[in-house]
């Protein structure tokens, strides 16, 4: 079965993009230029590793009508949207029970524009 290895979050504005996701996930992300008015910021992943980045470049652009990433809430979502609303994003769909023992998601417009979503409880 094939699985997600990587992903890259289009932003406009890395430093407004780098200030919202670390205030909504409570982590650092590392800046990382990558040349031709290019630059990546890394999530910080399990094992020192990274699972994705945000990413400027002048031919990506941001868009709610994109791939949706999802970021594991654990039994935090209502406090990763009150984040999201505290460092300017917007809630879209709130905390959803999926059913049964799977959790709950929500979806949120990220400061760039760009449609993001929770798992958890």
């Not at 990413?55 to 009508?65: G, I, K, M, N």
């Not at 994003?89 to 760039?112: K, M, Q, W």
């Amino acid at each position: 079965m094939p699985r997600v290895v990587w992903f890259d979050i289009p932003v406009a504005d890395m430093g407004r993009a780098v200030g919202f996701y670390e205030a909504v996930t409570l982590s650092t992300l590392t800046r990382l230029p990558v040349g031709d008015g290019k630059e990546t910021a890394l999530f910080a992943g399990e094992d020192g590793g990274s699972s994705g980045c945000l990413f400027a470049a002048p031919e990506d652009r941001p868009s709610h009508h994109g791939s949706r990433v999802y970021f594991d809430a654990g039994p935090g979502i209502e406090d990763w949207l009150s984040r999201v609303e505290a460092a300017g994003g917007r809630i879209l769909v709130g905390r959803t029970p999926i059913g049964g023992a799977r959790g709950s998601y929500a979806y949120f417009e990220d400061s760039e524009g760009n449609r993001v979503g929770l798992t958890g409880t």
